[in-house]
């Protein structure tokens, strides 16, 4: 197994959305709720972009109605804002350093998380050496095309959950995205489930992959992925 203590973050590089004035990318609660979990539980957490580079914020998610206490800290902490610009492209990661993967959300991951070669390298190396995969809502979209030794996808037959379609409709922004999360999963051959009342904290653990609905459920996943470090390893390449 690889370093137990390091966690990859993933963050989108997108930032424009097809027809809107204003700016998508990482929905920051996203990772910094994950981050406040992680390091509290000792994890060490790097972060990486498809293309390496700045990270940007998704004017929304730095609203009044989503920017706590605990998050607008990040925005003020020079270091952390200075990661956010400089982040390692996803060709330059060594995956056998990194004990779990976790992509964070945001819409800017529709459009460069699905289709970015190198993440999913980086996926499937962990995940078959034995890591946790884990994601959170839009992030869940990296997942789509993550294969297992079989060439199956590996989402097939899992348990997983992701930014609903109702949710997008209820965003208002159903028509700006590539795709619909949820019935990309189903298609893939997922066992999609979801909340009964949208945005509200929704988890879903199936073996070593871990997936978050919303943002609201940021806090949670980062204590499941916390959980599954701390049980024995699952080494064999395609185990539960």
């Given at each position: 197994m690889?370093?137990?203590?390091?966690?990859l973050v993933?963050?989108?590089?997108?930032?424009a959305?097809?027809?809107?004035?204003?700016?998508?990318?990482?929905?920051?609660a996203e990772?910094?709720?994950?981050?406040?979990?992680v390091d509290a539980?000792g994890y060490?957490?790097?972060f990486?972009?498809?293309g390496?580079?700045?990270v940007?914020?998704d004017e929304?998610?730095?609203?009044?109605?989503?920017?706590?206490?605990e998050?607008?800290?990040?925005?003020k902490?020079?270091a952390?804002m200075?990661?956010?610009k400089?982040?390692?492209?996803?060709?330059?990661v060594?995956?056998?350093?990194?004990?779990a993967i976790y992509?964070?959300g945001?819409?800017?991951?529709?459009?460069d998380?699905?289709d970015s070669a190198?993440?999913?390298?980086?996926g499937e190396?962990?995940y078959r050496?034995?890591?946790v995969?884990?994601?959170?809502?839009h992030?869940v979209a990296?997942?789509?095309?993550?294969q297992?030794?079989?060439?199956?996808p590996?989402?097939?037959?899992?348990?997983?959950?992701?930014f609903?379609?109702?949710e997008?409709?209820l965003?208002?922004l159903?028509?700006?995205?590539p795709?619909?999360?949820?019935?990309?999963?189903?298609?893939?051959?997922?066992?999609?489930s979801?909340a009964?009342l949208?945005f509200?904290?929704?988890?879903?653990?199936?073996g070593?992959?871990?997936t978050?609905q919303n943002?609201?459920s940021?806090?949670a996943?980062?204590?499941?992925v916390?959980?599954?470090?701390?049980?024995?390893?699952?080494?064999?390449?395609g185990?539960?």
């Amino acid at each position: 197994m690889p370093d137990r203590a390091r966690i990859l973050v993933v963050l989108t590089n997108h930032s424009a959305y097809p027809s809107r004035p204003d700016k998508t990318g990482l929905w920051l609660a996203e990772l910094t709720h994950f981050l406040d979990v992680v390091d509290a539980a000792g994890y060490e957490a790097d972060f990486v972009s498809p293309g390496g580079g700045p990270v940007p914020l998704d004017e929304r998610s730095l609203g009044w109605l989503y920017l706590n206490s605990e998050t607008r800290k990040y925005l003020k902490n020079p270091a952390f804002m200075s990661s956010l610009k400089n982040t390692k492209a996803a060709t330059d990661v060594d995956p056998t350093d990194y004990a779990a993967i976790y992509y964070a959300g945001g819409h800017g991951t529709m459009w460069d998380f699905r289709d970015s070669a190198a993440l999913r390298n980086l996926g499937e190396r962990i995940y078959r050496q034995g890591g946790v995969v884990s994601a959170v809502c839009h992030g869940v979209a990296a997942l789509l095309d993550l294969q297992d030794r079989n060439g199956r996808p590996l989402v097939a037959g899992r348990k997983v959950t992701g930014f609903s379609t109702r949710e997008e409709w209820l965003s208002g922004l159903k028509g700006q995205v590539p795709f619909l999360l949820e019935d990309e999963l189903i298609a893939k051959g997922a066992r999609y489930s979801k909340a009964l009342l949208p945005f509200t904290s929704f988890v879903v653990v199936d073996g070593r992959i871990a997936t978050g609905q919303n943002p609201g459920s940021s806090k949670a996943i980062a204590k499941a992925v916390v959980k599954l470090l701390g049980e024995p390893a699952l080494v064999k390449e395609g185990s539960p």
